[in-house]
């Protein structure tokens, strides 16, 4: 069965820098691009960006550019999201998917909760 | 490019049939078949229940289906379950490289 495990919870203060992995199993981690997307506290999901393992290719929307990070490691099979310079506003869940199927996210992570607060 | 737009909230009886709206532009939702809905409860991952507009994955109850039509997608859930009570997200490829994908905004099923 296909799994996605992130990493732990995080608390953070505004300006610090936050590395979230995600390690996944069952599947060549080659394959799939691996999606991360973010959940504010009671606002929709909103993609962040994406990376293909196979090439470290990497995608990001407009709105985290040049804040966050998206890297791969196939030694480990592991997807990293980096975010710096925190701010209240990062305060969200933060889930890897990967993308088997083009627009499709079918396997997700659990979730990873980044608070922000000084 | 914005968000999808949803309604916030949507509501039925055990039994009946409900369906979600998801508005997009000729950009992504009307230029690609693309669209996919995941079922999301509180603390959970999200799970993929339609993909491709109208596909369901292995699994996927068949009271899940999907439709697309200009626009607007839709999600419609038939013989409605305590247990599909969730969040629901519409989601569409949007094909460029700053924007692989888009959400909606999102919409809460109560199930009364």
């Known amino acids: 069965e296909v799994q996605l495990v992130q990493s732990g919870a995080e608390v953070k203060k505004p300006g610090a820098t936050v590395k979230i992995s995600c390690k996944v199993s069952?599947?060549?981690?080659?394959?799939?691009?691996i999606h991360w997307v973010q959940q504010a506290p009671g606002k929709g999901l909103e993609w962040m960006g994406l990376v293909d393992p196979e090439d470290d290719e990497t995608m990001y929307a407009e709105k985290f550019q040049g804040r966050v990070t998206i890297t791969a490691d196939t030694s480990t099979d592991t997807a990293y999201m980096e975010v710096s310079s925190l701010r209240s506003e990062d305060t969200a869940v933060y889930y890897c998917a990967t993308e088997p199927k083009r627009g499709a996210l079918d396997h997700w992570g659990q979730g990873t909760l980044v608070t922000v607060s000084s | 490019q914005s968000a999808l737009t949803q309604p916030a909230s949507v509501s039925g009886s055990p039994g009946q049939s409900i369906t979600i709206s998801c508005t997009g532009t000729?950009?992504?939702?009307?230029?690609?078949?693309?669209v996919s809905w995941y079922q999301h409860h509180p603390g959970k991952a999200p799970k993929l229940m339609i993909y491709?507009?109208?596909k369901r994955p292995s699994g996927v109850s068949d009271r899940f289906s999907g439709s697309k039509s200009g626009n607007t997608a839709s999600l419609t859930i038939s013989g409605l379950q305590a247990e599909d009570e969730a969040d629901y997200h519409c989601c569409s490829y949007a094909g460029t490289t700053t924007l692989r994908v888009v959400f909606g905004g999102g919409t809460k099923l109560t199930v009364l």
């Open positions: 491709e507009v109208n």
């Open positions: 069952a599947y060549t981690f080659t394959d799939y691009y």
């Open positions: 000729s950009s992504d939702v009307g230029n690609y078949n693309l």
